[in-house]
């Protein structure tokens, strides 16, 4: 099966803290995507890679920054946390089309 | 204006009855997956649909792509309280800037009451 983990279920992060959010996954997948989820917006897409040290902007990236130095690795990057980044971040990773998505289990982060 | 429109937004049943979540589109995808998400979880997947037409059943689940790969509808029969959840269609579009991203519908809410 494969697995995708996030390091954490829920943050509580101060206005303008540099947070750090891990992805990883298991199954050799090229491409990672990193969503918000909010009321009433639905899933809205960050950024997402499709290789290591490869990124592309996604719906709103503003506010936002990724890495992937590992294949397995992606990992979403607040450069200083605001209240509107308040959200459900979710992980997920995918070989490509026409396969299978897999999302990780989510983090709740609260910017207060 | 979302790519993929999903209805209803919420559907409240007893259990035991019978109900259908449709996803629309005017763009064809190459393929299109159903998950299921409970509260404070990730989304699930269900299934994957790639065929125009195909049929897939999983259980009490029957997921149906249309024949021009446009749409597609998820049936539930004889529904129980643990189907209540957050389900979600999303498609890979037939255009090469679409990439591998998916393009995800708004979400029907499903609450199946005992």
């Known amino acids: 099966d494969v697995k995708v983990t996030q390091s954490s279920r829920y943050l509580v992060k101060r206005t303008g803290e540099k947070v750090f959010l891990e992805c990883v996954q298991d199954?050799?997948?090229?491409?990672m995507f990193w969503y918000r989820q909010d009321p009433g917006l639905g899933l809205r897409l960050i950024y997402f890679?499709?290789?290591?040290?490869?990124?592309e902007k996604g719906d709103i990236p503003e506010g936002y920054s990724v890495s992937r130095e590992k294949k397995e690795r992606f990992s979403l990057i607040l450069e200083s946390a605001s209240t509107n980044q308040t959200s459900m971040y979710l992980c997920?990773?995918?070989?490509?089309?026409?396969?299978?998505?897999?999302f990780g289990p989510g983090t709740r982060l609260t910017v207060t | 204006t979302q790519l993929l429109e999903q209805s209803p937004q919420f559907l409240s049943i007893q259990e035991g009855e019978n109900l259908t979540v449709y996803c629309n589109s005017s763009s064809v995808f190459s393929s299109l997956q159903w998950y299921r998400q409970e509260p404070g979880e990730g989304p699930v997947l269900l299934v994957t649909?790639?065929?125009?037409?195909e049929v897939k059943k999983l259980k009490r689940l029957t997921f149906q792509f249309g024949d021009a790969r446009k749409d597609s509808s998820l049936h539930i029969t004889a529904a129980q309280p643990g189907d209540t959840g957050l389900y979600l269609c999303?498609?890979?579009?037939?255009?090469?800037?679409?990439?591998?991203?998916?393009?995800f519908g708004g979400g029907t809410r499903v609450l199946v009451k005992p």
């Open positions: 999303a498609g890979s579009l037939l255009i090469k800037a679409a990439g591998n991203k998916l393009t």
């Open positions: 649909v790639v065929t125009g037409g």
């Open positions: 199954m050799d997948h090229e491409n």
């Open positions: 997920a990773s995918r070989q490509g089309d026409p396969y299978e998505q897999y």
């Open positions: 890679s499709y290789d290591v040290k490869m990124k």
